[in-house]
């Protein structure tokens, strides 16, 4: 779909690398999802059945650890979102007081804080740059973005039904709060951490009567309750890459959906609200060509596409599935109280 020039003229040529760092965020959020997808498939856990006195439990016999490249990705996503608003602010300002150089420069950003005394303070701080004055134009769009005005924006820990499904509470927490915190564990602590968390549920009771959160499994963690020996009995499983939330937050979720949601954020309200007041309700496009094209970034802008990384990684997701199914239910290895080995054959779809 052709994009008409007009359609950014309210984004200055000048920060066009803006959306091309957003885009990035939405290339790594992809790149997670097809990582997190295709490890899952591989099937990163390993099971046994441990029979003892006439009953079969089964218990995890190993585990593949989350290849690295997942936090390293979602680190760089978080790096390149928290930019693209301090870029925003940074060309603002030089727009009205020119070159910023010295310990000035450091003052140039974008606060996050959550009351208007803390507000109020930051703005203080910065009472040699005008731009940053609190009745300013600058300072009022600054003020309406803050996470104590801007109360409706809000980010789900996960959807509503599957929530209910789980027996969890959502965690809702606003996207410049999250990126914030994301951010700030990034620099001053550890790069986040992506950790494998399973959901498992057992054939032989109802699903009402199970703990389905996700969980966190380590060799030797028992699935289901002991069954009898030659009873069949049904354990499913489904390991997926997930981040958890730093503090003030604590809840694991979707790290492909959370990079999603502040990306989305920053497109549609932030950089266009900064820049003119208003939010757009599309923003700037999700997926940007960055190759050797030829293209300026502003011609890479007008073509670029509107399906972010959710939308994309959804025929991948049902094509990875679809080869999950096919492989059929798999017997695990029996060991017994002899500790004998016993290798049952898998059964077909």
């Known amino acids: 779909m052709s994009i008409s020039t007009e359609t ?14 957003l885009a990035r965020a939405d290339a790594f959020a992809f790149e997670i999802g097809d990582l997190a997808t295709k490890w899952s498939l591989d099937g990163p856990l390993d ?9 079969a439990q089964m218990v995890v016999k190993s585990l593949r650890p989350v290849p690295p490249e997942a936090s390293l990705l979602f680190s760089e996503a978080v790096n390149h979102l928290r930019a693209a608003v301090d870029n925003v602010i940074w060309y603002i300002v030089e727009q009205e007081h020119g070159s910023i150089a010295g310990p000035m420069a450091a003052m140039v950003n974008m606060p996050i804080v959550e009351s ?13 740059i005008p731009a940053f004055g609190p009745e300013t134009r600058l300072g009022r769009r600054l003020r309406a973005l803050q996470p104590f005005v801007d109360v409706q924006s809000s980010v789900p820990s996960m959807g509503e039904v599957l929530a209910a499904i789980m027996s969890l509470d959502v965690e809702s927490a606003h996207p410049l709060r999250l990126l914030q915190a994301y951010s700030n564990a990034d620099k001053h602590r550890s790069i986040r951490v992506a950790a494998g968390r399973t959901f498992s549920s057992w054939d032989a009771i109802p699903l009402a009567g199970q703990d389905l959160a996700p969980r966190e499994l380590k060799v030797g963690d028992p699935l289901g309750r002991p069954s009898p020996w030659g009873q069949l009995s049904i354990v499913e499983t489904n390991t997926a890459v997930m ?24 497109s549609q309200v932030v950089v266009p609200m900064l820049l003119t007041g208003l939010e757009m309700p599309k923003g700037l496009p999700p997926s940007i060509e960055t190759g050797d094209s030829g293209k300026t970034s502003r011609e890479r802008l007008i073509s670029g596409e509107w399906d972010d990384a959710e939308a994309r990684l959804i025929p991948l997701m049902r094509t990875r599935f679809q080869e999950a199914e096919k492989r059929g239910v798999q017997f695990a290895p029996v060991v017994d109280d002899s500790g004998s080995v016993t290798k049952p054959e898998a059964v077909g779809p």
């Open 47 to 55: 099971f046994e059945q441990v029979r003892r006195d006439g009953l």
């Open 116 to 128: 208007q005394e803390a507000l109020d303070k930051w703005l203080g701080r910065r009472n040699k």
């Open 243 to 266: 981040v958890q939330r730093p503090g003030p937050f604590s809840t694991w979720v979707n790290p492909v959906k959370e990079l999603n949601a502040m990306r989305r954020h920053i």
């Open 8 to 21: 950014f003229s309210w984004l200055p040529e000048a920060l066009d690398p803006v959306a091309l760092r």
